[in-house]
């Protein structure tokens, strides 16, 4: 038995093809999946399985589109309530994919008919188990509904005691979510994973989350719903599509560029308020770009803050140095829902900003910051850092509101000094300080790390949960 990963570091999640080396089964895919075809078709590997542990929440799934390419069976919870048709699979059910065998276990918590998968080939055993059992935690019990958070965080604890219960100590878990992933109700301990020396990623066993996974330390279920529930924090807003996208069923994606847009284009775009999001690295952006843009950088947590912030329906256009960027951007969008970009432009800003308005704003440290407030210099402090992140203190005097907020926020923002905006590591800041931008406030970028605020003696206050 041979399992691989498929990685989506800007989602925090991963899916997982496993095979006999001539049948296979896709877990979880996502939806561009030509990466699934990038690892099957050099193998010669037949899809004959494609299994979801859950409707997901955080990505539009990439399943059923799958199994209509290539014929295979696509399974999930029975009773899970679906508008197109599914094999369903329950709790103890087992499948053969050529030489091994795949059972259902029930795991709710994540979701209520969530299931987890036990492969086995007589010799190595591995669960795949979605957002039930992560490594050093578990997936978040809020996002089905608040009202069912308790019920199911209990039922959380039962599924990864289950888990426990019924695996070998030496049974390999693969989870979905975790990698830093929103579904994740807490950061994984690092130390509850190795990395696998064949394909360089994490791995991790029942015997290891014994140990170590909160689900299974906090032995008192009142106890570990209270730490459960304490310390879940906002989740982004586009969750509340992806659900009910996938009980539609999916249809395939179309990544091929999107229309060119010259700077009149994008001028008109900017003008009645469409979001012109500009991927260039935020130094870069700071240095010159056209006003009215927003400055979301594309990388690891490009998708994430941009469809948190982006008010659902309103067009994207895409801009930036290169056509590879843009292309990034858009694979990215396609997989929470964001089929096509309403336009797009490279060449960088010299090309696609020619003859329009431009502007820049500074970029500093936090020792800057901190010269600038021991010489009672004329500016406002802007934390965008999450409730959960403030609560390690805040500058004294600073205004916070969490990025995602922002959008709908910014007249709080005052307007007769200039802003100095700062999160943990200089990214979120930098989609802020854009905004600002765009709002006529006067930005200053704090491209720096919020360890700085303690290390350097910044005068701190704390606020509540």
Not at 349 to 378: C, P, T
Not at 401 to 420: A, M, Q, S, Y
Not at 431 to 442: D, I, P
């Amino acid at each position: 038995m041979e399992i691989i990963t498929i990685e989506t570091p800007a989602l925090g999640d991963r899916s997982y093809v496993v095979t006999d080396g001539e049948s296979a089964a896709v877990i979880d895919p996502q939806r561009d999946i030509d990466r699934v075809y990038e690892v099957t078709e050099p193998r010669g590997l037949k899809i004959t399985h494609v299994f979801e542990t859950h409707n997901h929440n955080d990505y539009v799934t990439g399943g059923l589109e799958l199994a209509r390419q290539t014929g295979a069976a696509y399974l999930l919870n029975a009773d899970e309530e679906m508008f197109f048709d599914f094999q369903g699979v329950r709790d103890g059910e087992e499948v053969k994919v050529g030489e091994i065998t795949i059972r259902a276990l029930h795991t709710p918590g994540h979701t209520p008919t969530h299931l987890s998968y036990v492969a086995s080939d007589g010799q190595r055993q591995a669960v795949f188990t979605g957002g039930s059992m992560l490594y050093g935690s578990v997936g978040r019990t809020d996002l089905v509904a608040r009202s069912m958070a308790d019920e199911l965080t209990r039922k959380q604890h039962a599924s990864a005691k289950r888990l426990a219960d019924e695996l070998s100590d030496d049974t390999t878990i693969l989870p979905t979510h975790g990698f830093g992933s929103f579904c994740s109700s807490a950061a994984a301990d690092e130390q509850t994973a190795d990395v696998d020396p064949k394909y360089g990623v994490e791995t991790s066993t029942i015997g290891q989350q014994r140990e170590a996974n909160l689900a299974l330390t906090i032995t008192d279920e009142d106890a570990f719903v209270e730490t459960l529930l304490s310390g879940l924090d906002a989740y982004p807003r586009y969750y509340a599509h992806m659900a009910a996208r996938n009980k539609v069923g999916p249809e395939g994606i179309d990544l091929s560029p999107a229309i060119e847009a010259d700077p009149a284009e994008l001028a008109k775009r900017i003008h009645v308020g469409e979001w012109v999001v500009d991927l260039r690295s935020r130094t870069a952006y700071a240095a010159d770009h056209v006003l009215g843009t927003v400055n979301v950088e594309v990388g690891n947590s490009f998708v994430t803050y941009l469809a948190w912030m982006l008010p659902w329906g309103v067009p994207v256009t895409l801009v930036g140095d290169t056509a590879e960027e843009v292309a990034e951007a858009q694979r990215q969008l396609v997989r929470v829902g964001v089929d096509r970009p309403a336009a797009q432009a490279a060449g960088g800003v010299g090309s696609f900003g020619e003859g329009l308005d431009h502007g820049s704003y500074r970029v500093v440290d936090m020792r800057d910051l901190l010269k600038a407030i021991n010489a009672d210099e004329e500016l406002h402090v802007l934390d965008v850092r999450r409730n959960d992140e403030r609560t390690d203190g805040g500058i004294a005097g600073s205004l916070h509101i969490p990025i995602h907020e922002l959008p709908r926020r910014v007249n709080e923002v005052p307007t007769d000094k200039p802003v100095w905006v700062h999160c943990a590591s200089g990214y979120r800041a930098s989609v802020a300080a854009s905004l600002l931008h765009r709002a006529g406030r006067t930005p200053v970028l704090v491209d720096d790390f919020s360890s700085q605020l303690t290390e350097l003696d910044f005068e701190l206050e704390y606020d509540a949960a």
